[in-house]
């Protein structure tokens, strides 16, 4: 089984996750301070230190990609999942892997 990739939107889903269900709201729309405090209260394997050095450029790549939607200057909100309307559980292809040129922006487990 490949391992399942870590991106900041799947921290970020986490963390709101452990906030609703600790009884505490949660807005639909955030910043980069509240990805940062996702970044810091993961329990998954993760280099929280080179994460945060690079969260903006992180983030930045994440919101290209379409997991997170830009809703104003220096807001985001998560990207819903796009669904067809003509068949309920089609899922979009997904995009093709980066090629070694290209920087990830999956992150990596910490060492």
Same mark, same amino acid.
């Given at each position: 089984m490949a391992p399942q990739e870590i991106t900041?939107?799947?921290?970020?889903v986490d963390y709101m996750n452990d906030l609703s269900s600790s009884g505490?709201?949660?807005? &639909?729309?955030f910043?980069?301070?509240?990805?940062?405090?996702?970044?810091g209260a993961s329990r998954r394997p993760?280099?929280?230190?080179?994460? #945060?050095?690079n969260l903006e450029s992180i983030?930045?790549?994440?919101?290209?990609a379409? %997991?997170?939607f830009k809703s104003g200057e220096g807001r985001f909100?998560? &990207?819903?999942? #796009? #669904?067809?309307?003509? %068949?309920? %559980?089609?899922h979009p292809p997904l995009p093709p892997p980066p090629t070694s040129s290209q920087p990830s922006f999956?992150?990596?487990p910490a060492p």
């Open positions: 900041l939107r799947t921290l970020v505490i709201p949660i807005e &639909q729309e910043d980069i301070k509240f990805v940062g405090r996702a970044v993760i280099n929280r230190t080179a994460v #945060l050095a983030l930045e790549k994440e919101a290209q379409g %997991h997170f909100v998560l &990207q819903a999942p #796009l #669904l067809s309307t003509y %068949h309920p %559980h089609h999956i992150l990596s």
